[in-house]
Each structure stands twice: as structure tokens, then as C-alpha cells.
């Protein structure tokens, strides 16, 4: 049955429409495990079917997600008509998207997959909300208009991120009321009607039976929201977290109904979409506020932003897996599908590693303030998508190599692909490992370039390994190898480029493989390392100073570590009243050069910290003992690479502490730029509302610069999101490298009122592997340069280069040679081994290949990937930048269309195509996909 919307009355324009949505918030996994959780919504959901077949205009909803469908049916297989059923009448609302993912902690990519696969689902099952519905969410991103939009959605239902603070007559900052219904504009001109829930999505939670009861109830529920209305349609959110639907729901509103007694007034269940078409329609014609950009103002403790660095050895797996699928197996295997016609795209596989790793963004989960089964099994699915991932990988680089034309090649050579799967050229020194048979007993070889010129190179190790052979057809093998790791700087690789290098073994002539390698020299004093680019040089205490070539600014002092005591949870940092910072450079430490080669040097300094042990709550400061924690940073500057490289880690042994890692810019300027998703958000460092705002960090999600009159620095990140812009003279930037905490909450200092602040908290809401004791690995990327610089532009090409390997794989010209295995009649004489030889007509692919080019300084590529419908490509770039910007994109072949699409993949207009190449321009912030066929 469809339930027609109840049109608005004239005759009750006096009164209020009370529209009751009745609903449950899904928190999959928080501070009970997933299992746990699941247990409750298979009660949860049967109840509601039990409604729905008792009480034909019950309406409820499934929270805006989908994976709640997924995880009942698992239990409940036979119920899935039933489901269907009440799905397609409009009576189960559920998507549009699959999880509630935090957006700052996921990428522009995965959001849109997750409402991608969310739609499916919904549809599959016979309806989709249109709804924009981010009720938890902690502040939402910028772009959120423009991917709701892309969705066909105008609209948004919220509940955190918006309440302003203004100074009152005593200067003192009081909040401010602000309307609940708003516009929210994107900078590309997107734009959502949007509603804030201010008095959350459960004011109207449950209703009392007892009718006076329940009318009293809700004249309190009127009174918390009516003043902030902008229309007579108030909005009654029946539910909140786990809760079960109130089954006497539709009597009671009936006998509310009646006590109204024609005063105007009517109160009634309806759905979110009804409620967005009833309030749309009333504010026709009226002018409302409109806010540009991220929506995340508001209390520490109503915002969370401490969980941008709860553990943040999750956020680390999480652009690990993101890149992984992002930038490697989706253009890798598009680019192999466009240049061979035979390849198959793995659609299925990366469908399902896709849904895997969206399980592991509800915001809860990614945000790392769950309890730590929670957290064990999320890194479990990170584990099962790099095993995945990385073999699909392995046999997509396999087969561009199987596929290759071989005619021309010296069949005992060995051939080692290079593959750029990022829109940009990549320059730099690359080292791979080249695993030769040891009965060749190889002793010299030649590193050649397609056209047969030889490519000096430096050999890192050289050593004995077994390998193993796996064939689908033979029992596993395995082989002696020498294996060598060289180093070498190949000419600049185009973007979503192949190259195919030759190594050849030769008697005379090549390179010794088994020359004593360049290795460790260990140093104490100063150390200083360099490359084409930049200067470092570290003092024998651990200071660090760069020397940039083409500015000739020297930077003293850049580095310092420095802890302090977290006396906070897994949602806020908390910083110690009466307690300061410890520099980590007060503690002694040892430098070591680590590499000093042409194409790669690299410094290592190791600090034992003695650090307090814990925070200790009842004597409100940091414990008298001590734990030692040994912190590494390795700095190494790489031939034609233009940033330093900082990677390092902690063995971290403390707990209740914040670790950060400042970088002195000396660029004196308030403002810095960190990216989010498919943007660039400037922020102020004076304007964080002091006494609103204890925490004065702010988001990044792997891009932090700031610029003067004459400099720029840029910082790349792989998995640290927070960052703060000192309000220190010398304008550091300090990246949180570790927080630890042991409770997903409490409030052992009494800040919430909390009479038992003595006491600890439930048992569910501890989390001691929150405290990180474990140890913590970092990678972050310096990029100084000047303010006129033009690659300024090109500045998030350069970021993806940072977290994005160039993906290599080495193989003989003989394709046999590493396939074999065990003979098929083991411990006889009678021995053999099958191959499964691709017939010679496939293998057609050339040494080098560059199937797709994206041209367009600016432009950044987010998805190449094939079509969600199966047919043709897919193809999605966008413009961080506040100008227009130009783009083209050509293909080299077996293109004929091309087309317009939404992020939905819907076509929107067919674009013109020349010669396989279409030309576009971009609007600032744009987001725009393209499909071709
Ligand atoms: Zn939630």
C-alpha cells in the first residue's frame, strides 16, 4: 500500500503539523561489539514487522542505511520477502547510503561509493529515500552538498556542526539560536535544503500512554524547538540509538489528536522524505539563511574532534586500503582492460573489497571510539583487504606482462614493468627487487630501456631466498633465487603509464650483482644528507635543519616531538590545566646515517624518552613513574623526489599522553590550508573560539600548506589527520603522531557534571587498547618552495605521489620460468610440469603504454574505473581551486562516446568527442564525472 502524504491544511495554519518520524539510530558497532549489536536489530527489525503486519499505517525507519539489511537477513534468510515487501509500500524506509560513514576521516571516493552501493541495495529491495539524512556524523564536510546533489538528493537532515558562539554584552561567548531550517551551499553552487535537528534526533523518543501525559510531553518537546522553526511543520524524532519502535505509537498521537480539539493543531507519523516535501513547499518564496562550507562548529564535546586521531594506526590502514583500490587496482586494471581488449575488469572482487572497507567507516568505527573487540575486528578487514588487494594487484601487473608482444625479446632476459596509475608524471629514484634463478648463476647484468639504452642503477642487496611457484595446474613449488634490490632513476613516467625495463645477464660488461652494496655508515656526530632538491642537517642533539637548493632558505631548528598529558577520552583531547609539554629533544639521542648513495640518503635519530607513565585522575596529575619510549624518525631525501620524507615510529609505553611532531614553518601568516574531501578549506588561526574550543586542532586529510610573500610549505600526510596552527612566533604546525587514551568516554574530571567523577567508568565504556600500547608507525612529506611557485597548483598530484607506490613487477621474457611447481608424479622418475599458455594473438601489448591521459594543471583524478552498470568507463576528476579550471582527457583507442554523468552515474548530457579526446572546463570545487564507452 502506498501512504499518500497528508497535504497541508490551510485551515491549520495557526497550529502546528507535528510530523512524527518514527526511526532507530544504527551505531552497527560502538561500545558493544557488531555481534552483540546485531542480536538487538533482529529483535529490533522483527518487532517492526510485527507492527507493520498489526498496524497497516505504521511507518518506520531504517536509519538512512542499508547494511542493517544485509546483517538481519544473514540471520533471518527466509524473511527477506517480507522485507522487500514493506520496503517497496513505503513503510521500511531505508538508504540511500550503505553506512553512516565520517566524512573527514574517509575519502571523497568512498563516500560516493558508499552511497552508491547504499542506492543499490534500497532499490534491489523496491525503494530508496531521497533524503540526505546525516543525523550523528561529527561535523560534516564541505563537498557534501555537491555529492548529495550528484545523488539527485536537495536535501539534508542533520545533527552536529551548527551552533554558533557570539560574545554577549560582558564579552563573555553565549550560543546562539539559530533557525533549524537553512540553505547550504557548496562553492560550486550546489546547494541542500537543510534541517538541523538542535534538539537532536530523539525529542520526541518515546510518548507517554496516559493521553495527558503524552500531551504534556509534547508541549515540552514543542517548547525546545518551536522558536527555532522557520515553518509550522516541527519535526518529532521518535527514537534514538538501538531503541526498539514504539508499537502504541499511532493510538497515542490519535488521542493527542482528539485533546487538540480543532485548535489548528495535528500531530501525525510520516516519513523524512514527506516531511522535506511539506516543509519545502511551505518555505517557498521565503528568504533563509544560507552557510557556505563545512559544517562543524560547535563545542568540543559536541563536535568530537579528538577522534581525528583516535587510534591512529586504523586511520593509517584506512588510506592504506583507500589507496589501494583508489589509486592502484581500479586504474591498473582499466588501463590494462582499455589497452587489451581481452583482460576482464575484476568488477565483482573490487566490489567486494570496496563493501569490506566501507564496513570499517561508520563513524563510530573509523573514528576509533568504540570498545576494542570492535576495533580488533576492523583491522582484521583491513588485514583480509590488503591480502585481497594485494594479490589482485600482483596478477593484474602479471598480466600486463603475459599480455606483451615478446617477439622482439632475447628470451633469457627478464623484463621489470613500471606502472604510473596517477594522473601525473612521477619523477624519482625506484628500487625493486629482482628475483634471478640461482642454476643461471647470473654474476653480471644490464638494466636496459625499451629502446635498448642502458640505465646505470645501484645495487642495494643482493641475497640468497627461496621463492615459491604457484601454478593453478601444478602443486606449489619452489626455487633458489639470488635476489637483488636495485636502485635506479628512470626517465620521467607519464601519468596512468606503463613501462617495461629489460635485465639482461651477461657475461661481460652490465654490473657485478654481487658488489658490496653502499650500506650503513654509523655515524654520531652531525650528519648531513642531500639530493637535487633540499639539504638536511642533523646536529648531534637531534636538530634538524633544511637547506632549500632552489629558494636558498634555511630552515633551523624544523623538528621537535613534544608530549603532554591527554587527560581526555576517545572523543576529546584534554589537556592538562596545570601540566606543560615535555620536548622529546631533552632526552639523549643517537644519529645514525643510514644510506649515502647518488640516488638515496637517509638519517636515522633514536630517541629514548622516559615519558610518565599515565595520567593519574585522583592526584589530577601525570604519574611520578616513568616508562621508556623509544621514538625513531628517519629522514630521507630521494633523487628527483621533491619533499622529505619523514617516516618513524613510536614504541609507545605510556599512556594518557598526546604526542605531536612540530614543524617550525617560520611563514608568518594566520592562515593555513588543509584538503578534505575533493577540496582545499582555509583556516584561521586566530578564530578558534577560545573557552568553546579547548582543542584548537583541525582536520586534514593528507594535505596541510601555508604561504607568505616569498614561501610555501607544504605538508603530505598518510593517515594523520590532525593538525593544529600554533599560535606561536613561529607559526608551527603540529601534527598529532599519537594520542592515547584508555576509555571511549568519562568524565572522571566531573566536566559533565558527572557526581560519580571519582569513580571509573562502566566496563563497556573502557577501552585500554586505546591507549595505543603498541608500536605506532608515521609518514608525513615536507615540501618547501616559494609563494609564485606554478607546481603550487599541482600540489595534491604531489600528495597522491606521496601515499601512491609506483607499482612494479618483475618477470622473465621465458613465461614459464617462474610458473612450474612440483612435478606431477612426486618421489618417481616420471616428472613433468603443465602450463596453460595464453594463445599467441593475446599477447599483444606493448613494452610501453599510456592508454588514458588527464591533462590539467589543478585538476585532480578521484576514480577510473569501469561503469557501476558494467558498460564503458568511468572517469571522475575535480577542481580543489577557487577558479575555473581546464581539463582534457584522451584516450588512445575503442572509445566512441562520451558523456556527462552524475556521481550516480545517470547521464546528464552527451559531450563532444574528437579523435578519442573531450575538453572540459571546470568550475571552482567541481566535482565532475565523465563516462565514456
Ligand atoms: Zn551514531
Known amino acids: ?191 541542500v535544503l537543510t534541517i538541523h535537528m538542535s534538539a537532536w534526533y530523539n525529542n520526541a523518543q518515546r510518548f507517554p500512554v496516559q493521553p495527558s501525559q503524552a500531551l504534556k510531553y509534547l508541549s515540552l518537546v514543542e517548547n525546545r524547538i518551536k522558536a527555532r522553526s522557520r515553518t509550522p511543520y516541527l519535526l518529532l524524532m521518535n527514537g534514538v540509538d538501538h531503541l526498539e519502535a514504539q508499537e502504541d505509537l499511532l493510538p497515542i498521537l490519535d488521542s493527542i489528536n482528539q485533546q487538540f480539539n480543532g485548535n489548528g493543531s495535528r500531530i501525525f507519523q510520516t516519513t523524512l522524505d514527506e516531511y522535506v516535501a511539506m516543509v519545502s513547499a511551505d518555505l517557498e518564496g521565503q528568504t533563509l539563511d544560507q552557510h557556505l562550507g563545512e559544517l562543524r562548529q560547535g563545542a568540543d564535546f559536541s563536535i568530537l574532534q579528538g577522534t581525528l586521531s583516535s587510534r591512529g594506526y586504523l586511520k593509517r590502514e584506512n588510506v592504506k586500503a583507500q589507496t589501494l583500490l583508489e589509486n592502484c587496482l581500479e586504474p591498473l586494471y582499466a588501463m590494462l582492460c582499455l589497452m587489451s581488449g581481452e583482460a576482464s575488469y575484476p568488477a565483482d ?64 632476459a627478464y623484463l621489470l614493468l613500471l606502472c604510473n596509475t596517477l594522473k601525473s608524471t612521477r619523477t624519482g629514484a625506484v628500487s625493486a627487487t629482482l628475483n634471478l634463478p640461482a642454476e643461471d648463476a647470473t654474476e653480471r647484468i644490464e638494466l636496459m630501456d625499451a629502446c635498448g639504452r642502458v640505465i646505470p642503477f645501484e645495487i642495494i642487496k643482493c641475497e640468497p631466498r627461496l621463492i615459491s611457484l604457484t601454478s593453478p595446474i601444478n602443486l606449489p613449488g619452489q626455487i633458489q633465487v639470488d635476489s637483488v634490490t636495485i636502485r635506479f632513476l628512470p626517465e620521467p613516467l607519464e601519468g596512468l603509464s606503463w613501462r617495461h625495463y629489460i635485465v639482461q645477464p651477461c657475461r661481460k660488461g652490465g654490473s657485478p650483482i654481487r658488489q658490496k652494496p653502499v650500506r650503513r655508515i654509523r655515524q654520531s656526530e652531525a650528519v648531513m644528507i642531500e639530493n637535487d632538491a633540499l639539504r638536511v642537517e642533523v646536529q648531534a642533539q637531534g636538530r634538524v635543519d633544511l637547506f632549500d637548493k632552489r629558494t636558498g632558505f634555511w630552515s633551523r631548528d624544523l623538528l621537535q616531538l613534544e608530549d603532554e598529558a591527554d587527560l581526555g577520552h576517545s572523543y576529546n583531547f584534554m589537556r592538562d590545566p596545570a601540566g606543560k609539554p ?119 586529510s593528507g594535505l596541510i600548506c601555508v604561504r607568505d610573500q616569498t614561501r610555501s610549505l607544504a605538508i603530505f600526510t598518510e593517515g594523520l589527520y590532525e593538525y593544529e596552527h600554533l599560535l606561536n612566533e613561529r607559526h608551527a604546525l603540529g601534527v598529532t603522531l599519537l594520542r592515547a587514551t584508555g576509555t571511549i568516554h568519562h568524565d572522571a574530571l566531573g566536566l559533565n557534571g558527572n557526581i560519580n567523577a571519582q569513580l571509573e567508568p562502566p566496563a563497556e565504556w573502557l577501552a585500554p587498547d586505546n591507549q595505543c600500547l603498541r608500536r605506532m608507525s608515521f609518514r608525513l612529506g615536507l615540501l618547501p618552495g616559494n609563494a609564485e611557485d606554478a607546481e603550487f597548483l599541482n600540489i595534491f598530484d604531489l600528495q597522491q605521489q606521496f601515499v601512491t607506490p609506483v607499482l612494479k613487477h618483475f618477470d622473465a621474457v621465458d613465461g614459464h620460468k617462474f610458473l612450474g611447481g612440483r612435478p606431477f608424479v612426486q618421489d618417481s622418475d616420471v616428472d613433468g610440469i603443465f602450463f596453460r599458455d595464453l594463445p599467441a594473438e593475446h599477447c599483444n601489448l606493448p613494452l610501453t603504454a599510456r592508454p588514458v591521459r588527464i591533462l590539467g594543471d589543478g585538476v585532480v583524478l578521484s576514480a577510473i574505473k569501469q561503469a557501476e552498470q558494467g558498460e564503458g568507463w568511468v572517469i571522475r576528476i575535480h577542481n580543489p581551486w577557487p577558479e575555473t579550471r581546464t581539463a582534457e582527457i584522451q584516450f588512445t583507442g575503442m572509445i566512441h562516446q562520451a558523456a556527462l554523468l552524475r556521481l550516480d552515474e545517470q547521464e546528464i548530457r552527451a559531450l563532444p568527442l574528437h579523435e578519442g579526446c573531450v575538453n572540459l572546463q571546470m568550475q571552482p570545487r567541481q566535482v565532475m564525472t565523465i563516462g565514456f564507452r
Open 1 to 191: 500500500m502506498q501512504i499518500v502524504a497528508p497535504a497541508p491544511s490551510k485551515q491549520t495554519k495557526q497550529g502546528f503539523h507535528y510530523c512524527v518520524i518514527s526511526h532507530t539510530h544504527w551505531d552497527r558497532e560502538w561500545y558493544q561489539p557488531f555481534e552483540l549489536f546485531r542480536l538487538r536489530l533482529v529483535d529490533l527489525i522483527d518487532h517492526v514487522l510485527e507492527i507493520l503486519a498489526a498496524s497497516p499505517d505504521y511507518r518506520f525507519h531504517l536509519d538512512a542505511q542499508t547494511i542493517v539489511l544485509e546483517d538481519y537477513l544473514q540471520i533471518r534468510t527466509e524473511r527477506r520477502g517480507e522485507l522487500a515487501a514493506y520496503i517497496k509500500a513505503g513503510r521500511l524506509l531505508v538508504g540511500p547510503w550503505y553506512v553512516h560513514n565520517d566524512f573527514f576521516l574517509t575519502s571523497g571516493e568512498a563516500t560516493i561509493r558508499n552511497l552508491l552501493m547504499g542506492s543499490a541495495i534500497a532499490r534491489e529491495f523496491g525503494h530508496c529515500s531521497r533524503v540526505g539524512y546525516v543525523p550523528d556524523q561529527f561535523g560534516l564536510i564541505s563537498q557534501l552538498p555537491q555529492i548529495l546533489n550528484g545523488f539527485g538528493i536537495n536535501n539534508c537532515i542533520f545533527g552536529r556542526g551548527y551552533q554558533r558562539y557570539a560574545p554577549d554584552e560582558t564579552g563573555a561567548l553565549k550560543s546562539v539560536d539559530t533557525d533549524n531550517e537553512f540553505i547550504w551551499n557548496g562553492e560550486d553552487g550546489s546547494s
Open 349 to 412: 572482487i573490487l566490489h567486494y573489497l570496496w563493501k569490506q572497507l566501507i564496513q570499517n567507516h561508520p563513524h563510530d568505527s573509523i573514528c576509533g571510539c568504540s570498545c576494542d573487540p570492535v576495533h580488533a575486528h576492523m583491522e582484521d578487514r583491513f588485514r583480509a583487504i590488503q591480502e585481497c588487494g594485494s594479490d589482485l594487484l600482483r596478477r593484474g601487473l602479471g598480466e600486463i606482462v603475459q599480455r606483451l608482444d615478446r617477439s622482439q625479446l632475447n628470451p633469457d
Open 582 to 700: 615535555t620536548a622529546i629533544s631533552d632526552f639523549p639521542c643517537k644519529i645514525s646515517l643510514q644510506e649515502a648513495t647518488p640516488l638515496s640518503q637517509s638519517v636515522r635519530i633514536v630517541y629514548r624518552a622516559k615519558l610518565n607513565d599515565c595520567y593519574e585522575a585522583r592526584q589530577r596529575r601525570r604519574s611520578r613513574r616513568t616508562q621508556p619510549n623509544r621514538i625513531e624518525l628517519n629522514l630521507t631525501l630521494t633523487q628527483g623526489m621533491p619533499w622529505l620524507e619523514i617516516a618513524g615510529e613510536v614504541e609507545n609505553r605510556s599512556r594518557d599522553h598526546r604526542l605531536r611532531l612540530l614543524i617550525q614553518t617560520d611563514i608568518k601568516t594566520e592562515i593555513s590550508q588543509s584538503s578534505s574531501p575533493f577540496d582545499l578549506i582555509t583556516r584561521n588561526r586566530s578564530e578558534i573560539q577560545e573557552g568553546i574550543r579547548h582543542d584548537a586542532s583541525q582536520p586534514t
